[in-house]
């Protein structure tokens, strides 16, 4: 969220749209690790997996990972200067990877919408299908974004990762 380039979330201060970005990475992390540990689980206790079980826990992750998110963000940024914030804004906004993923995670997100409903409809609610597949899609957004990267024989590492920065306006 923290990277995009929409007039409304640019007029936010950079201190919430770091906050967001942070939540909205704290969601992606959540819906990444709850697929398998609820599959995890359910083979572990042998209960049958149910359609109803799997939407409430991952729209209840991600969206706890979420506000989460949110207080992490804003507490760290705390003790920080207004010009190292606006700072990490704009390399937010700029760093091609970080890009990819949120967009990638929000194109999940919206086929999750559109799909689970469509396949599971008699299984759960309406709205928890679609809460539930926008947060699984957010992360198998994410989990492509991962695994393209892989393919393509992109550095992953941090040092990698850190060629892509652009130059530091002054």
């Known amino acids: 969220m923290a990277t995009s380039a929409n007039e409304r979330f640019a007029a936010l201060s950079p201190t919430n749209q770091v906050c967001a970005h942070v939540s909205l990475k704290m969601a992606q992390a959540a819906s990444m690790i709850f697929p398998?540990?609820?599959?995890?689980?359910?083979?572990?206790?042998?209960?049958?997996?149910?359609?109803?079980?799997a939407m409430r826990g991952a729209e209840i992750s991600v969206f706890g990972a979420a506000a989460l998110g949110w207080g992490v963000g804003y507490a760290r940024l705390q003790n920080q200067s207004p010009e190292a914030i606006e700072d990490r804004v704009y390399r937010l906004k700029h760093k091609k990877t970080q890009v990819r993923a949120d967009d990638y995670s929000f194109i999940g997100a919206f086929m999750g919408i559109l799909l689970f409903?469509?396949?599971?409809?008699?299984?759960?609610?309406?709205v928890q299908l679609a809460a539930g597949?926008?947060?699984l899609g957010l992360g198998a957004g994410v989990w492509v974004h991962v695994a393209k990267g892989f393919s393509e024989g992109r550095e992953i590492k941090p040092e990698g990762m850190a060629s892509e920065l652009p130059e530091l306006k002054n």
């Open 36 to 53: 398998p540990a609820y599959v995890g689980l359910s083979l572990i206790r042998r209960r049958p997996m149910s359609v109803s079980r």
């Open 117 to 126: 409903p469509a396949i599971f409809l008699k299984r759960a609610n309406i």
């Open 133 to 135: 597949g926008a947060s």
